[in-house]
Nanobody
Framework: QVQLVESGGGLVQAGGSLRLSCAAS????????MGWFRQAPGKEREFVST????????YYEDSVKGRFTISRDNAKNTVYLQMNSLKPEDTAVYYC?????????????????WGQGTQVTVSS
């Protein structure tokens, strides 16, 4: 079992930056592939980025490539999402997720643990 707590969301102007953090409980953090998803009002939850257990592999949704960077610090049981050049269309609740089933995945159904989410609002 793992519990996830996101932080770092907020209100930022277009072109600005935010860094989201997701702290995981427990001592088996390295067993989990980690991902970030987001859900905008009236839309389905969508994949943003994922990182493998050893940080050897990362993947991004096309619209965030080159702007967002996922990383993890296994010593701190934390995964990060650095978001630069933010756009109003990035506005959403961002969720951290952990998967014990797969090293990394774009598929939300592969993730068995989820955080509560953190709101990111980008003003134009």
């Amino acid at each position: 079992q793992v519990q996830l707590v996101e932080s770092g969301g907020g209100l930022v102007q277009a072109g600005g930056s935010l860094r989201l953090s997701c702290a995981a409980s427990g001592r088996t953090f390295t067993r989990y592939g980690m991902g970030w998803f987001r859900q905008a009002p009236g839309k389905e939850r969508e994949f943003v980025s994922t990182i493998s257990r050893s940080s050897g592999s990362t993947y991004y949704e096309d619209s965030v490539k080159g702007r967002f960077t996922i990383s993890r610090d296994n010593a701190k049981n934390t995964v990060y999402l650095q978001m630069n050049s933010l756009k109003p269309e990035d506005t959403a609740v961002y969720y951290c997720a952990a998967s014990s089933r797969t090293p990394f995945s774009r598929d939300s159904s592969e993730y068995n643990y989820w955080g509560q989410g953190t709101q990111v609002t980008v003003s134009s």
